[in-house]
């Protein structure tokens, strides 16, 4: 059987590997939808009331919508065009981006990282590039679809700039000086794809692993087949796509520098029996030398809630056993105990 499911045809019913133990099973396939995600108009709303909406949003929930964001809407639907064409590429082609190794800079994989040993896998294709600096990466990506470089380095530029703004509209909610996140502590810039083809029983098995994002923020593009979903209050709800708008995740990176004043959710994707899925996810993180702590203008009248730490120490732990590859424990580790 071939490793990448976007290869596979007519299938029939779900692969015994691909089916999960009843307790880690989505089960029911009818989710409610939550509407009361932040849905925030970067248009029409006076500049402070944006900050106070985007701080409020990482604060309460962790999550939040953008309209009138200022990608072009032509942008987008050009970027999802031209994935949903990567995937249908022969697999010959896709073949020469294959890698699980997590430092190439421009690979695709099946599951997750650990495919050749993990117990279940998920039901998607990752293609995940480096975006930054963009002439150091961009000899590495496909040529094919025909203008993929043109149109997917247009969309790189468009979203870093999308995600800058949204950063100093937190800083100036947290009271910290403009381009704070600017610099090492975002250097690191990925655009990673994920792709679901149909799914026979969507009950049996899961798009993604439950999850929190490890980095520093998230940007997320999502198509209308539905299969987002967060853990609020212990219930798993769908996330209600809004045409053209983008999803914002703040990461664990950014609730530590926030000295654990922002939210990162608990999220999970499952499949569709009837539809492929692909999503679109646009990753700032810092550096590997960069040292991650709550920022010193939040804790000169509160104690640091974290010790200072590296991007690889936290993913030395986060890639331990105990941990299971969960960002929310991993954190633990690095709270501060005084």
Same mark, same amino acid.
């Given at each position: 059987?071939?490793?990448?499911?976007?290869?596979?045809?007519?299938?029939?019913?779900?692969?015994?590997?691909?089916?999960?133990?009843?307790?880690?099973?989505?089960?029911?396939?009818?989710?409610?939808?939550?509407?009361?995600?932040? +849905?925030? @108009?970067?248009?029409? !709303?006076?500049?402070? &009331?944006?900050?106070?909406?985007? *701080?409020?949003?990482?604060?309460? /929930?962790?999550?939040?919508?953008?309209?009138?964001?200022?990608?072009?809407?032509? +942008?987008? @639907?050009?970027?999802? !065009?031209?994935?949903? &064409?990567?995937?249908?590429?022969? *697999?010959?082609?896709?073949?020469? /981006?294959?890698?699980?190794?997590?430092?190439?800079?421009?690979?695709?994989?099946?599951?997750?990282?650990?495919?050749?040993?993990?117990?279940?896998?998920?039901?998607?294709?990752?293609?995940?590039?480096?975006?930054?600096?963009?002439?150091?990466?961009?000899?590495?990506?496909?040529?094919?679809?025909?203008?993929?470089?043109?149109?997917?380095?247009?969309?790189?530029?468009?979203?870093?700039?999308?995600?800058?703004?949204?950063?100093?509209?937190?800083?100036?909610?947290?009271?910290?000086?403009?381009?704070?996140?600017?610099?090492?502590?975002?250097?690191?810039?990925?655009?990673?794809?994920?792709?679901?083809?149909?799914?026979?029983?969507?009950?049996?098995?899961?798009?993604?692993?439950?999850?929190?994002?490890?980095?520093?923020?998230?940007?997320?593009?999502?198509?209308?087949?539905?299969?987002?979903?967060?853990?609020?209050?212990?219930?798993?709800?769908?996330?209600?796509?809004?045409?053209?708008?983008?999803?914002?995740?703040?990461?664990?990176?950014?609730?530590?520098?926030?000295?654990?004043?922002?939210?990162?959710?608990?999220?999970?994707?499952?499949?569709?029996?009837?539809?492929?899925?692909?999503?679109?996810?646009?990753?700032?993180?810092?550096?590997?030398?960069?040292?991650?702590?709550?920022?010193?203008?939040?804790?000169?009248?509160?104690?640091?809630?974290?010790?200072?730490?590296?991007?690889?120490?936290?993913?030395?732990?986060?890639?331990?056993?105990?941990?299971?590859?969960?960002?929310?424990?991993?954190?633990?580790?690095?709270?501060?105990?005084?």
């Amino acid at each position: 059987m071939e490793i990448l499911i976007s290869n596979w045809s007519n299938v029939e019913c779900v692969p015994k590997k691909y089916i999960f133990p009843p307790e880690r099973r989505p089960g029911k396939l009818e989710f409610p939808v939550c509407h009361d995600i932040p +849905l925030i @108009d970067f248009a029409h !709303n006076h500049p402070d &009331e944006i900050v106070q909406q985007v *701080s409020r949003a990482c604060q309460e /929930f962790g999550i939040f919508q953008v309209i009138n964001h200022g990608v072009c809407e032509n +942008l987008m @639907d050009a970027t999802m !065009n031209m994935y949903k &064409e990567f995937f249908k590429l022969p *697999s010959e082609y896709k073949a020469k /981006f294959y890698s699980n190794d997590i430092n190439k800079s421009c690979r695709i994989y099946s599951s997750t990282f650990a495919y050749d040993t993990e117990e279940f896998h998920y039901w998607r294709d990752n293609f995940t590039h480096r975006c930054h600096p963009l002439e150091e990466y961009i000899q590495s990506w496909p040529e094919k679809p025909p203008k993929y470089r043109e149109v997917v380095s247009e969309y790189s530029r468009e979203t870093r700039k999308l995600l800058y703004k949204i950063l100093d509209m937190i800083c100036k909610g947290l009271g910290l000086e403009k381009g704070y996140f600017e610099g090492e502590v975002s250097k690191t810039h990925l655009l990673s794809v994920n792709h679901h083809i149909p799914c026979p029983n969507p009950s049996l098995t899961l798009g993604m692993p439950v999850h929190s994002d490890p980095n520093l923020i998230t940007l997320l593009q999502q198509c209308d087949v539905p299969g987002l979903q967060i853990l609020k209050d212990g219930q798993w709800i769908g996330v209600h796509h809004v045409p053209h708008s983008l999803i914002v995740i703040p990461g664990i990176q950014l609730k530590v520098m926030s000295n654990d004043k922002f939210i990162t959710p608990v999220h999970r994707v499952v499949t569709h029996r009837l539809e492929a899925r692909t999503t679109i996810g646009v990753f700032l993180g810092p550096s590997p030398e960069f040292l991650i702590k709550p920022a010193t203008a939040l804790v000169r009248t509160e104690p640091a809630k974290f010790r200072a730490f590296t991007y690889p120490e936290f993913f030395k732990v986060f890639n331990g056993g105990a941990n299971k590859s969960d960002a929310q424990l991993t954190l633990n580790h690095f709270r501060d105990k005084h």
